[in-house]
């Protein structure tokens, strides 16, 4: 049974950093690529970022340059390194498991999901 668990989240301040984690369990995690979504009030789900089983990464054009997706296979967990923060990153915040090794920015593309943290920042 494949479970992914999130831990990081909180409130902060505008222009403050956060780290978000995500423990994987009941899967190789070296072999298979992660992502970091994120869902505000009445909003859809929007894709933050990924990381491919050898590193590569991919951000979504909001959080370029501000965040960043480490991985740390021997840990069996992916990171959100989140800085420079603003009000409209405000959401919960999920990761995600993909069936193979490479990134992708389509929440579809993921099977297994996290339960999400909530991220609140104030201005």
């Known amino acids: 049974q494949v479970q992914l668990v999130e831990s990081g989240g909180g409130s902060v301040q505008a222009g403050g950093s956060l780290r978000l984690s995500c423990a994987v369990s009941?899967?190789?995690?070296?072999?298979?690529?992660m992502g970091w979504f994120r869902q505000a009030p009445g909003k859809e789900r929007e894709f933050v970022a990924s990381?491919?089983?050898?590193?590569?990464?991919i951000y979504g054009d909001s959080v370029k340059g501000r965040f960043t997706i480490p991985r740390d296979n021997a840990k069996n967990t992916v990171y959100l390194q989140m800085n420079s923060l603003k009000p409209e990153d405000t959401a919960v915040y999920y990761c995600?498991?993909?069936?193979?090794?490479?990134?992708?920015?389509?929440?579809?593309?993921?099977?297994?999901w996290g339960q999400g943290t909530q991220v609140t920042v104030s201005s």
């Open positions: 995600a498991s993909r069936p193979t090794g490479w990134v992708s920015r389509s929440q579809y593309e993921y099977d297994y």
């Open positions: 990381i491919s089983r050898g590193g590569t990464t």
């Open positions: 009941g899967r190789t995690f070296s072999s298979y690529a």
